[in-house]
C-alpha cells in the first residue's frame, strides 16, 4: 500500500520560512517524480513544483521561483519544499504528490500523478 505523509505546515508571518516533508512508504519512485500542489477553498490545486526522480531536475511555478525549493532524499523516500519569504498569497493546503513512471517533461497537472498526500495547511499571516 502506497502511502504519501506530509509534514511541516503551521502559522507563520509574512516574510518566514517553512519546510515541508513527504514521506512516501510502499513505492520508490526513483524512476518517476514527485510534486507539490497547493489548494485554497474555492479554487483549483496547483502545481507548486517538481522534482524527477531519477535526475533530480526541478520545475516550479513562477509566484516561487527564487523562493520555494524542492529537494528529495532517495534514501528515505522523502521530498522537501524549502519556501523561504513566505507571503500570505502562499495560504493554503500543501500536498504531495508522486507518478511512478518516467517522463520526458515536467508534469503539472494533477491527473498526471498517480498518489497522493492528505495535505497540510501553510497559514502567512500579514
Known amino acids: 500500500q502506497v502511502q504519501l505523509v506530509e509534514s511541516g505546515g503551521g502559522l507563520v508571518q509574512a516574510g518566514d520560512s517553512l519546510t515541508l516533508s513527504c514521506a512516501a512508504s510502499?513505492?520508490?519512485?526513483?524512476?518517476?517524480?514527485m510534486a507539490w500542489f497547493r489548494q485554497t477553498p474555492g479554487k483549483e490545486r496547483e502545481f507548486v513544483a517538481t522534482?524527477?526522480?531519477?535526475?533530480?531536475?526541478?520545475y516550479y511555478r513562477d509566484s516561487v521561483k527564487g523562493r520555494f525549493t524542492i529537494s528529495r532524499d532517495n534514501a528515505k523516500n522523502t521530498i522537501y519544499l524549502q519556501m523561504n519569504s513566505l507571503k500570505p498569497e502562499d495560504t493554503a493546503v500543501y500536498s504531495c504528490?508522486?507518478?511512478?513512471?518516467?517522463?520526458?517533461?515536467?508534469?503539472?497537472?494533477?491527473?498526471?500523478?498517480?498518489?497522493w498526500g492528505q495535505g497540510t495547511q501553510v497559514t502567512v499571516s500579514s
Open positions: 504528490a508522486a507518478r511512478y513512471t518516467r517522463s520526458p517533461i515536467f508534469r503539472t497537472q494533477t491527473y498526471e500523478y498517480d498518489y
Open positions: 510502499g513505492r520508490t519512485f526513483s524512476n518517476g517524480a
Open positions: 522534482i524527477d526522480g531519477n535526475s533530480g531536475s526541478t
